[in-house]
């Protein structure tokens, strides 16, 4: 059972973590922001009241000495103010009724786990004063300690477990003192009144002070716990005057009335708000009780001083104007504060706090009670230190491998020490620690800091991955056979082999290869590698600038698109680009979307036809079958392997967020490969694309889980150009589900410059969209400028329109497009998103 | 492809005396003017009558003709001399396989006709064919595409199988007439010429039959239904064509390869290069960085920086309260 505060809180947190898009993408991998596992005993040092209340139901006030053991870490056991003599004419009465500084001690304390702080909503306080702190300044002034009630009436409701009870034995509908019940017999309650002494009322369950008793009808309770229940209550503050009754029932149970009058100070029109967090406390001076009256209107005054100084010296509450002047509407229509306004003024700050992600704040004091002014004094959380722990496999703390530095520069400012702590920024420092991808656990855990009262410690476990990984998976693949049982496709297993070695030197540097083939007992058929090494923080780890450069040796085999015959062209023989090479680059990021890449590639491009054998032109099925090898020539040298470096670039800005799930903004890509003159036939080009993406928000929506989406208007153009050497395998292609959908893969065309422009319209319905687009694709006269002109030698337009309309099905598209060129239409389904 | 060895043009002697002595004149005519070699290029459609026409002008059979196939493959080149004077004719494949246009066939004859020089092109089709079509067009295209749109300034349209009976209704006259418009309409689409330039030189058209049935007149020559004297009106036309102060088309590997596109602006790649640098790569990192400062930060990290006290706000007020620190 979490009794203190904060746990209750933090509980919440991270019972709220399983739905953040981190761990929902990481299921391996389970983050958390934990509570705080060590429960600390907290006492509140009470205040004393020179002067009690003449309120018989008040405890004596017991004198501050009576603190605790432990020093308390948010205690408020300073003596704030009381206000009295501000002027003349109510001084003797100030100091009799006001007498002590009115302060609302917000206790934080608890006792063994028994209570409940689960009673606030935001677990504003457990509280406990535990049995021995609460002393309660009785009268108009007294200081007020009403949260200590919980604790303690917990406590009693804890064993109420028991079946029996006992009849009262009386007659019916009697009033009995509480004093005159037996202590021998179990109550059993079956009703609780309140009755509100100053408006003769009964009060409701729906009021404030309902949820202070730990009385609940049904159970059953000795007269003990009853008195202790009392007790409580009149020790904590809120009431002036409190009395317990029973009235006996006709079927044996008792119903419980309670009357009480509220605590109430002299009405207040200016609210303040400050951060006690770290301040030191000040020490009660002792008050001794053979002071003059004289003696003791200085003690008085100096305790005024000191907490105007105090108050002077604290910090202004992050609370915004908006609640300052709500607080204040509360006061003004309140008129007298009385100790229900405070709860509500506590309640109305502590939920600002807890909804804006102000975890750690609480509500500790109200002081300055009977001036015109409330101060309200809270701990914010102010951070006081970050730590970060590695922790091994069974959860010891361990030394880890990953330099601290890596992890550091992934913290959001706002978890260093000096900021207020607020769980977002320990969201945001959890997801920005998971992009590492190094650690298999994160923890993020606020805790308080006993040394330093009101502080927060943010500490930050860590269990890290394995350094190395190695991998072995083999398969076969199975394809329909005769009579469409399956069969294997071959006897020989394909597979991968893969083997990852991450975090060098603690970095985060990793080298990685992969080699796939689909014949692991003839791995030269076909084989496809790739072995890269990453090493981010090219600038240094200390550096802001985030650069990451990048080594990898590839290879790949792609069919290629510019030997595809056009609409009523016979199956064209295929033409398959494998490429191997190398690759280098450095990659900047700018933002988390936005970055800018740079490098050199130097490839080897063969051409093979469907035989696997190097062919140098396209071909074309002729009309007496046979096959004219005359068409456009494949590669630059005209040999059918080409080699070459150049340079490339990439750079990407993209600011699209997404809204109730559909995304919204713009993205913007150049990329720019730039041909040096090193390699076969010396080829020297500029090819450019620019890709502009516009994804325009046509209704403002309410942004929260759960609403739906707003429709959404996709604009989309597409440039590429190219100047110089440009062989077949790099021209672009026009037609396909990523350029002009309802066509084939290069069914329009392949050519020099290009020019693509779409248009979507996005409506969502229900959980998922419909869409509606249109495109267009031209090769702007281009085609001829590509050698052989493939376009032409494979009968093809050139350029093409589409339109269609369709449904998003989860991952895929299904949707109807109609081919503008020959006016026809079909139904495709499509993976994944075509912007 | 070694030069075919030149022999004396003897097929001239098989002509009528009165072809003879025209087509003597003619080639007087044009020593006269300096020129003493003539290449004729022979193109068209496959089957309609390139080789025949070919015979027909020399007077021998030089090229296999048969009816019912296309026997040439590759192009044929037959060079006569008489009197000082060499005639170069060239016959070449049909030009159409399987509906379209053979570009391989179109290679062959560009290579190899490499290092020579056109002085005529004669384009032959049917006179008997009564419709023009998209084909026709494509062929004309490839032609110019080819050789470039100067070789129609050279170029004369030949229209075989001459000696018909029109349909009902047509005389003979109109009946050429409306064909060779027809076709030279499309010859301008093809080519792309504009009417203008053709009406400062009009593609002259000429008719031929090469059939043995052809009808003779009085002197022996064959004549067509108009009354014309076919081989030296070819000729003579030939050699208008010539005399019409255009250049003959030299075919160097240039012409054959086409204009290269990998050349074309390579030499302005540098400046492009900084364009793109200073132009689009600085532009779209500027807007990064303005997408930086404007991107909105969450209350929390405002708060934090000591911003937002003055405008903070409940959840929503939060559009609000950034258009404000925006200003």
């Given at each position: ?349 502590q939920k600002w706090y807890h909804d804006e992600g102000y975890a750690c704040a609480q509500v500790v004091n109200f002081g300055n009670l ?466 | ?184 309409k499309v010859v301008r689409l093809g080519a792309k010429i504009k009417k203008k330039e053709l009406q400062d030189s009009g593609i002259p ?123």
């Open positions: 059972m979490a009794s203190c505060g904060h746990s209750s809180l933090l509980n919440a947190v991270s019972a709220s973590l399983p739905s953040c898009p981190i761990s929902a993408s990481l299921p391996s991998c389970p983050t958390s922001i934990s509570l705080p596992s060590s429960r600390r005993r907290r006492v509140v040092a009470s205040l004393s009241t020179p002067f009690s209340s003449s309120s018989s139901s008040f405890e004596t006030p017991q004198t501050p000495s009576k603190t605790t053991t432990h020093t308390p870490p948010n205690t408020t056991s300073k003596t704030p103010l009381k206000t009295a003599s501000k002027t003349l004419h109510t001084l003797s009465k100030t100091i009799f009724t006001s007498s002590v500084a009115a302060a609302l001690v917000l206790q934080l304390s608890q006792g063994d786990g028994t209570g409940d702080g689960g009673l606030f909503p935001g677990g504003s306080g457990g509280n406990g004063g535990g049995g021995g702190g609460g002393g309660g300044g009785g009268g108009d002034g007294g200081f007020f300690n009403f949260f200590s009630r919980f604790f303690c009436s917990r406590a009693i409701a804890k064993d109420e477990e028991s079946p029996e009870w006992d009849s009262h034995g009386l007659p019916a509908n009697i009033v009995v003192q509480l004093n005159k019940l037996s202590p021998f017999k179990r109550y059993k309650v079956s009703e609780i009144l309140f009755f509100d002494l100053r408006r003769r009322t009964t009060v409701g369950t729906e009021d404030s002070f309902f949820e202070m008793v730990s009385l609940r009808p049904g159970a059953i309770y000795t007269k003990s716990q009853l008195q202790k229940e009392l007790e409580s209550l009149a020790n904590c503050g809120m009431f002036e005057k409190v009395d317990l009754e029973g009235k006996t029932k006709p079927d044996g149970t008792i119903g419980v009335t309670i009357s009480f009058t509220e605590s109430t100070w002299q009405s207040a029109d200016a609210f303040r708000c400050i951060n006690v967090g770290l301040m030191p406390q000040s020490k009660p001076i002792e008050m001794d009780p053979d002071m003059t009256d004289r003696e003791k209107m200085e003690y008085f005054r100096s305790q005024e001083k000191d907490y105007r100084r105090r108050i002077d010296r604290a910090r202004d509450c992050l609370i915004p104007t908006p609640v300052r002047r709500e607080v204040l509407q509360m006061l003004r229509e309140q008129g007298k504060v009385s100790a229900r306004l405070l709860q509500r003024i506590r309640d109305r700050v009977n001036t015109r002014e409330v101060v309200c004094e809270v701990v914010e959380g102010d951070i006081t230190q970050l730590v970060v722990q590695f922790q091994d496999k069974l959860g010891n703390v361990c030394e880890g491998n990953t330099q601290l530095p890596v992890v550091w520069r992934e913290l959001p400012r706002q978890l260093q020490k000096g900021h207020v702590f607020n769980i977002e920024a320990g969201k945001q420092a959890l997801r920005n620690i998971n992009s590492l991808a190094l650690f298999s656990n994160i923890e993020v855990n606020p805790r308080q800091d006993e040394k330093n009262e009101g502080g927060i410690i943010v500490e930050i476990k860590l269990k890290e991955l394995e350094q190395k990984t190695a991998e072995v998976s083999t398969e076969w693949s199975i394809v329909p056979g005769r009579q469409g049982r399956p069969t294997l496709a071959s006897i020989h297993p394909g597979g991968t082999v893969s083997f990852e070695h991450r975090n060098i030197k603690g970095l985060n540097r990793s080298i990685l290869g992969n080699v796939t083939s689909s014949n692991l007992l003839n791995p030269q058929d076909d084989l496809s590698f790739k072995l890269e090494y990453v090493h981010p923080y090219l600038d240094g780890v200390t550096n802001l600038r985030n650069r990451t450069f990048r080594a990898s040796c590839f290879n790949s085999r792609k069919l290629s698109p510019v030997f595809t015959g056009g609409p009523g062209v016979d199956e064209v023989p295929a033409i398959w680009i494998d490429r191997v090479g190398f690759k280098a680059n450095i990659t900047e990021c700018f933002t988390r979307q936005s970055k800018f890449a740079y490098g050199l590639v130097m490839e080897e491009i063969t051409t093979r036809d469907e035989t696997s054998s190097i062919c140098t032109s396209g071909s074309r099925a002729l009309p007496s079958g046979g096959l004219s090898m005359d068409g456009p020539p494949t590669t630059l040298s005209g040999t059918g392997v080409d080699r070459m470096a150049f340079l490339q670039a990439n750079i990407t800005r993209d600011n699209t967020k997404f809204v109730n799930g559909t995304i919204i903004g713009e993205r913007n890509v150049f990329q720019l490969d730039q041909g040096l003159g090193i390699g076969s036939n010396f080829p020297f080009f500029n090819r450019h694309q620019l890709t502009l993406t516009r994804f325009i928000q046509l209704k403002n929506v309410e942004e929260a889980a759960g609403k739906p989406p707003p429709p959404v208007l996709v604009l989309h153009g597409h440039y590429g150009g190219c100047v110089g050497d440009l062989p077949s395998y790099d021209a672009f292609t026009l037609g396909g589900p990523y350029s002009v959908r309802g066509y084939n893969m290069g069914e329009l065309g392949a050519c020099r410059n290009i020019l693509e422009l779409a248009a979507e319209l996005r409506i969502p319905v229900r959980n998922t969209h419909i869409y509606a687009f249109a495109e267009h694709g031209n090769d702007l006269g281009s085609s001829k400028d590509v050698k052989g002109n493939p376009t032409e030698f494979f009968r093809r337009v050139g350029h093409g329109s589409s339109y269609g309309a369709g449904v998003k099905l989860g991952l895929v598209r299904a949707e109807y497009a109609v081919d503008h060129n020959a006016g026809t239409g079909a139904v495709f389904f499509r993976f994944g998103e075509r912007f | 492809m070694a030069a075919p060895p030149l022999r004396e043009w003897t097929g001239i002697q098989q002509f009528p005396p009165a072809t003879q002595t025209k087509l003597l004149d003619l080639l007087g005519k044009l020593k006269q003017e300096n020129v003493s070699t003539m290449t004729i290029l022979v193109m068209g459609k496959g089957g309609v009558g390139k080789s025949s026409t070919v015979n027909s002008i020399l007077g021998e059979r030089v090229a296999a003709v048969s009816a019912f196939q296309s026997e040439a493959l590759r192009p044929i080149m037959c060079s006569r001399s008489r009197a000082g004077f060499t005639l170069n004719i060239i016959d070449t494949p049909g030009l159409v396989e399987g509906g379209y246009v053979n570009e391989y066939a179109m290679e062959i004859v560009k290579r190899f006709l490499l290092n020579r020089t056109i002085d005529v092109l004669l384009y032959v089709d049917r006179l008997d064919a009564y419709r023009v079509d998209n084909l026709d067009r494509q062929v004309i295209k490839a032609i110019t595409d080819g050789f470039g749109k100067g070789i129609w300034r050279r170029g004369l349209v030949v229209l075989t199988h001459a000696q018909l009976s029109p349909p009902d209704g047509l005389s003979y006259e109109e009946f050429c007439s409306k064909r060779s418009e027809a076709l030279l058209v000429v008719l031929v039959e090469n059939s043995g049935r052809c009808h003779t007149n009085d002197s022996g020559e064959k004549v067509l239904p108009n009354g014309t004297a076919w081989i030296p009106n070819l000729v003579m036309t030939i050699t208008e064509v010539i005399s019409n102060g255009s250049k003959p088309i030299v075919v160097d590997q240039k012409l054959i390869d086409g204009p290269n596109p990998n050349e074309r602006g390579k030499f302005f790649i540098p400046l492009i290069l900084a364009f793109q640098y200073f132009f689009v790569v600085k532009r779209i990192q500027r807007a990064i960085k303005e997408d930086i400062a404007r991107e909105p930060k969450p209350l929390w990290e405002l708060r934090d920086m000591g911003l937002a006290n003055r405008y903070l706000s409940s959840p929503h007020w939060r559009g609000s309260s950034f258009r404000l620190l925006q200003r």
